[in-house]
């Protein structure tokens, strides 16, 4: 039991926009910065967006975040079929001086 | 180019004990809070433990706590990981990464590829 909760799966057709939500509470995402990464099949993850909003050098603009009280999300416009992968939201949680991910989304680009 | 190099995984048998390695190259080590992050096969990622810089601050998973020791050798630009008390549930690839924002709390700019623990008898 993940103390960040992401939807199991996700899907949309290519071009199309696809959000991911990520729940915590006040003592990870509501006090701390998210991050997102994304996971291909057999490869180590990959950071698409930190403090909360933020994107690396790389990554396109397709790729945003945001953050809302207790709950973040991750969004992706103009869907690839390479963007077929597992997206999980990580924090730090304050309570456990630990970090926490979420249990992880499954994005099928139809 | 930044790089982590996991190395030390291999089957163990239950109740035992392993050591895993981690070597950085291309970026001043001694600067940035290392952590180690686990999958177990067809699992989400799960945060095991953490170090700050120096190494002074260590912090751990309740599900790992008092059984794996993080640890560093900044001089060797390598960061470790004790694992005793080794259970079946400890099975899973371990990666280790990099803080991106130098402290224990944030987030992870660069991963290793991983290394493989299989604990079964």
């Known amino acids: 039991q993940s103390v960040l909760t992401q939807p199991p799966s996700v899907s949309a057709a290519p071009g199309q926009k696809v959000t991911i939500s990520c729940s915590g509470g006040s003592s990870n995402i509501g006090n701390n910065y998210v991050s997102w990464y994304q996971q291909l099949p057999g490869t180590a993850p990959k950071v698409l967006i930190y403090d909360n909003n933020k994107r690396p050098s790389g990554i396109p603009d397709r790729f945003s975040g945001s953050k809302s009280g207790t709950s973040a999300t991750l969004g992706i416009t103009g869907l690839q079929t390479g963007d077929e992968a597992d997206y999980y939201c990580?924090?730090?949680?304050?309570?456990?001086?630990?970090?926490?991910f979420g249990g992880g989304t499954k994005l099928t680009v139809l | 180019e930044v790089q982590l190099v996991e190395s030390g995984g291999g089957l163990i048998q239950p109740g035992g004990s392993l050591g895993l390695s981690c070597a950085g190259s291309a970026f001043t080590f001694s600067s940035y809070a290392m952590t180690w992050v686990r999958q177990a096969p067809g699992k989400g990622l799960e945060w095991v433990s953490a170090?700050?810089?120096?190494?002074?601050?260590?912090y751990y998973a309740d599900s790992v706590k008092g059984r794996f020791t993080i640890s560093r050798d900044n001089s060797k630009s390598t960061l470790y990981l004790q694992m005793n008390s080794l259970r079946a549930e400890d099975t899973a690839v371990y990666y280790c990464a990099k803080s991106g924002s130098g402290y224990s709390s944030g987030w992870f700019d660069y991963w290793g590829q991983g290394t493989l623990v299989t604990v079964s008898s």
């Open positions: 990580a924090t730090w949680d304050s309570s456990l001086s630990a970090g926490v």
């Open positions: 170090t700050s810089s120096g190494g002074g601050s260590t």
